[in-house]
């Protein structure tokens, strides 16, 4: 990869069999770091990682609805 516009176009021209495609740009945005609030939200998420690069490749499943 030699840069963000490259690594964009990679991921816009993602699509699959069935004819899904994916719309991507850049965020130039700048965001605050360190956020406590951020560890907290992320724990109550329900992330189960795929065996192939489970650090990339994961389900984020629903809440029930007593989690609401």
């Given at each position: ?46 992330i189960t990682p ?19």
């Amino acid at each position: 990869m030699r840069d963000y516009e490259t690594i964009v176009r990679l991921i816009a021209s993602t699509s699959t069999a069935k004819g899904l495609t994916i719309t991507c740009r850049l965020d130039h945005r700048k965001y605050p770091t360190g956020s406590q609030n951020q560890r907290q939200e992320m724990t109550a998420i329900h992330i189960t990682p795929s065996s192939f690069h489970g650090e990339w490749n994961y389900t984020i499943h629903p809440r029930g609805l007593n989690e609401l």
